[in-house]
């Protein structure tokens, strides 16, 4: 079992540790002043005045997408990632805030009960095995204070992203006769790796009747994913000492009400505790 959590591991790090897709990361979203994805922003949206000034994680923070929202709700803030690549182009992007080379798994540098709110985005949570997945949700638990929040977002194993199985790169068409050629010469060797990476990865799946780790398409097939669904999701954060029907939002931004079939959600979990103070600025 161990073994096999390696090779998750190895994979998913090789990817993320890779100058194509830390550029990829750290790349502004063009056109736009909130980076934030729609249902992490609605979820950050329905707690952000309970967190105003206090101290904020950013698991998995990558090239720094979430950093600005982030610190507009406060400047106690802390990023981290397990890629040192990826932390060094947050901190490239944003000099005067605080990050750290660390893993979610053995966060060993944050005192417990020290965070009032802790983010993991953009599914970064999905790309560790069962196991470590776990031990993440039991880290963030330890490193929150009473009533603290975790804000992250996961697959959904109900989507039709979870049955997809190999997928060939996406190709952005052009009228321009020169620039066609150029995005279909992309297109081909995107093809070939994503051809190469299913042929290498697919063996690593794991698939059970309550998750699903999937050699997704993202990065040309070069990552392994978690799936899970909400009742599952909700069943796992109880377990880790959350409070019980954790608040989600689609990715298109709505609340769920009983489920959803789109392929990420975005959760509110809440460590039950004593009342905790407020924060300055509340």
């Known amino acids: ?41 609605a979820a950050l949206d329905d707690i952000q005045h309970e967190v105003r000034g206090g101290a904020i994680l950013d698991i998995g923070v990558g090239g720094g997408r979430t950093v600005a929202a982030l610190r507009g709700i406060s400047t106690d803030y802390l990023g981290i990632d397990y890629s040192q690549e990826m932390v060094d182009a947050s901190r490239a992007r944003y000099p005067e805030a605080r990050f750290a080379h660390a893993d979610a798994r053995r966060m060993t540098d944050i005192q417990d009960a020290a965070i009032d709110l802790a983010v993991f985005s953009c599914n970064g949570i999905s790309m560790v095995g069962h196991e470590d997945r776990l031990a993440i949700m039991r880290e963030v638990h330890r490193v929150l204070k009473p009533q603290g929040i975790f804000l992250f977002t996961t697959y959904n194993r109900n989507s039709p992203e979870a049955r997809a199985g190999f997928c060939f790169p996406d190709f952005d068409f052009s009228p321009n006769p020169a620039r066609l050629l150029v995005r279909s010469a992309r297109h081909l060797k995107d093809t070939a790796i994503s051809v190469v990476q299913r042929w290498r990865h697919v063996r690593h799946e794991v698939h059970t009747d309550d998750y699903a780790v999937i050699n997704d398409k993202c990065h040309n097939h070069g990552v ?59």
């Not at 190895?10 to 993320?16: A, G, S």
């Not at 194509?20 to 502004?28: D, L, S, T």
């Not at 298109?252 to 039950?272: E, N």
């Open 1 to 41: 079992m161990s073994q096999m959590y390696d090779d998750i591991d190895r994979i998913n790090l090789r990817t993320m540790r890779s100058a194509e897709v830390v550029a990829h990361y750290a790349r502004p979203k063009p056109h736009s002043h909130d980076e934030l994805l729609p249902h992490e922003r």
């Open 224 to 282: 392994m994913l978690y799936y899970i669904t909400l009742a599952q999701q909700r069943r796992q954060l109880a377990e880790a000492g959350f409070a019980a029907d954790a608040v989600a939002f689609d990715c298109a931004g709505q609340r769920i009400v009983d489920d959803t079939t789109l392929d990420s959600m975005a959760l509110i979990a809440r460590k039950p505790g004593a009342q905790r103070k407020a924060v300055p600025g509340e």
